[in-house]
Every structure is written in structure tokens, then in C-alpha cells.
């Protein structure tokens, strides 16, 4: 499963798995793919570097990545409480109330919430990126598009490729003219947010339109099947998220979580702006039935419903309220049936991946070497 982009980075296989768990992005690394490691959770620079040691001691020598939230256009002068300020009362109380509905408990006197959306924030992300430049990271993410100049020509200058996520073509050429290195097409059917073209339509929109740039398919893959179906659309690898969530070395923090993962089904999961304010596909819960109802006020906009939630959201996941509990995951979900290694996945990815040639080949009256 090589192609010109993993020969440039030097990886076996031409899997990209993003992951905000260190130990799947390095057991992905071992495995033949690359690892990326989601960095938005990550407030405090000391944590961010904890896990990159974990990661990168963990990674054989192998390459990894980093995927930052950051936007491309700064706002001066705007802090977490400026912002916390913003939010209206009648949505606190919203919130009140759908927790009192569902009997969810209140945090621990003292205990902080264990959940920000505070990535997004030009302080926060720019600190990530002084940890990570310290790290042999071989590639930079931004799931908000194209980052600012300078951290582009940053990344540059310590030879670090940079990738942007798009949902639609007008998007990659975006990227394309600010100098990105490689554009991620993300489908509809991606978890997290996501626009609304489905995949077979958007790989190969994205190619060409910004060919000769390499693409990666993103976007309800989770067979070896379907990665060959985004390389034969022209992508140079697949992106993946959500087909990690289940594996025996993420670490959910809950049993309950992973067990409605592993029973849901792939018409499971809405887009919903419940959780930051943007659409974001997730599990389908009470949490964001009450949200998209039109009874209700609304979600707000990014970032104002991520801060509003957040201690709602560590209530409902620390005490797993199984209605409310969910979380990002793509319409692959339904294909995550079990726990598995990692290393398990990339084989049967593999393993998958080369069935489709050979039968792909023998359609063609071409032998299968």
C-alpha cells in the first residue's frame, strides 16, 4: 500500500490515523501507517509534551504527526472569559435543565471540568505548536483549514509537511494557495466535523483540483476495500479517525462508551452542532435530540456552545448517563464490532486492500502480481 506520499515520509503503509490517544497514534506507527496525534484537548503545553514523549518513545523510530484546531485569521485581544461572557443565560439554563431531566450528578466541589474546547484559541494552538517543533513531527494538521503564513512557513523550515482538511473543492484550492502540502478530503460520512458531499463524490473532485498536490480520502473508511477505492479515486492514502475509537489501546475511560460504539449502527450518528457549534457527525443521543429540537433555543456558535457544554459534557461522561453519552465517530461505526489491536485493524486493512486488487485485476483479465 505504497504511494509516492508514504514513500515520502517513509512509512510502509499509506494509512494516516488520527487519534487523540498516544498510544494508538504510536501503536499505528509500529503497525506500518502513521500516527497522528489529535493535540485539541490539550491546555496545558506540559500535557502535550507528556504524551509526545509517550508517543515518540513508543514509535520505534517510526514517523508521527500532529493534527492541531487552529484559525487561519487571529483575533486580538479576546480571552476565555471574554468569550464565557458571551454566552447567554437562557442556553446555561437549558443546559441546567437537561441535566436535572436526566438526573446527572454535579461535579465533585473543587473538580474542574475535564473537557475545553479551548484548541481553537491563537494562545493555545501557537503553544502546542512550540512543544511539537521540539519533536521529529514529520506532519502538521490543521482541522480548521489552512493555518496562518507564518506557522506554515514555520513548519516549513523545520521540514514539516502540512496538511489541511476540506469538504469541498473551492476549499482545497484554498489550501492550495496558501501552501499547503497536502490536502485531506473529508467526506460526509466522517466523523467530527464534516461538510456535506459524500466521498466517492469529493476524492476525486479535491485531485484535480488540486493536482499535482497529494490527497488523502477521509471520510467512511474502515475496510481494506475501501482504501483501495479512495487510491483508485486518486488519493495517495486515507485519513482515519473513527475506526480507532474501539481498539484495545484507546483509552475512552469508559466501558459504557465503548459499548455503545461497538452496538451501533452506521445510521447511528447525526451531524449536530450540540457539541462545539459547528456540525460535527456523533452518535446519535437524547443530548443532541434535545439540541436539534426547534422547541429549544438553539445551538450557539463556535466557540461559544463547546465552552457552554463542556462541564455538561464531563458530568455526563465521568457518571456514563447512558441517554446523553456520545461522542465524535463517523458512519463507519457500523462496521466497529469488536475490540481489536491496532495492529489487528492495519492487518485486516491490509489484508482487505489486497483482495480488492486482485479482484479489481482479475476484472481486468490482469494477473494479480
Known amino acids: 500500500m505504497e504511494t509516492e506520499l508514504s514513500r515520502q515520509l517513509g512509512i510502509e503503509h499509506a494509512i494516516f ?168 478530503a473529508q467526506g460526509y460520512e466522517a466523523g467530527g466535523h464534516t461538510g456535506e458531499i459524500g466521498s466517492m463524490v469529493l476524492v476525486p473532485e479535491v485531485v484535480e483540483a488540486v493536482a499535482p498536490l497529494p490527497v488523502l480520502a477521509a471520510g467512511g473508511i474502515g475496510s481494506g476495500e475501501q482504501v483501495a477505492a479512495g487510491l483508485a479515486l486518486g488519493a495517495q492514502g486515507v485519513w482515519l479517525g473513527s475506526l480507532w475509537l474501539t481498539t484495545e489501546e ?44 426547534p422547541a429549544g433555543p438553539g445551538t450557539l456558535p463556535m466557540p461559544l456552545q463547546g465552552l457552554l457544554v463542556a462541564e455538561a459534557v464531563s458530568r455526563i461522561q465521568k457518571y456514563e448517563v447512558g441517554e446523553l453519552l456520545g461522542t465524535p465517530v463517523g458512519q463507519i461505526v457500523g462496521r466497529m464490532t469488536s475490540e481489536r489491536s491496532v495492529q489487528a485493524v492495519v492487518d485486516d486493512l491490509t489484508r482487505g486492500f489486497e483482495r480488492a486488487v486482485t479482484r479489481v485485476n482479475r476484472i481486468a483479465g490482469r494477473s494479480a502480481t
Open 250 to 293: 484507546a483509552d475512552l475511560h469508559s466501558e459504557a462508551l465503548t459499548a455503545k460504539l461497538l452496538a451501533a449502527g452506521s445510521g447511528d450518528t447525526v451531524r449536530s452542532r450540540a457539541l462545539t457549534g459547528k456540525p460535527a457527525r456523533q452518535l446519535r443521543t437524547a443530548w443532541t435530540d434535545a439540541w436539534d429540537d
Open 17 to 184: 490515523g488520527f487519534t487523540p490517544f498516544p498510544e494508538v497514534a504510536a501503536a499505528i506507527t509500529r503497525a506500518g501507517g502513521f500516527g497522528v496525534l489529535g493535540a485539541v484537548r490539550y491546555t496545558a503545553p506540559d500535557d502535550l509534551a507528556r504524551d509526545l514523549d509517550r508517543l515518540h518513545e513508543h514509535a520505534d523510530g517510526k514517523p508521527y504527526g500532529l493534527d492541531v484546531v487552529m484559525p487561519a485569521k487571529k483575533v486580538e485581544g479576546v480571552t476565555e472569559a471574554d468569550v464565557e461572557a458571551m454566552i447567554p443565560e437562557e442556553h446555561r439554563g437549558f443546559v441546567r435543565e437537561l441535566l436535572d431531566r436526566h438526573g446527572v450528578p454535579e461535579l465533585a466541589e473543587g473538580e474542574a471540568s475535564g473537557w475545553r474546547i479551548t484548541g481553537w484559541m491563537e494562545e493555545v494552538a501557537r503553544s502546542q505548536l512550540d512543544v511539537a517543533f521540539d519533536y521529529p513531527v514529520k506532519l502538521l494538521a490543521n482541522a480548521l483549514g489552512s493555518p496562518p503564513a507564518d506557522v506554515i512557513a514555520r513548519a516549513h523550515d523545520h521540514g514539516v509537511l502540512v496538511a489541511a482538511l476540506a469538504g469541498s473543492a473551492r476549499h482545497a484550492r484554498r489550501h492550495a494557495e496558501a501552501g499547503i502540502d497536502v490536502v485531506v
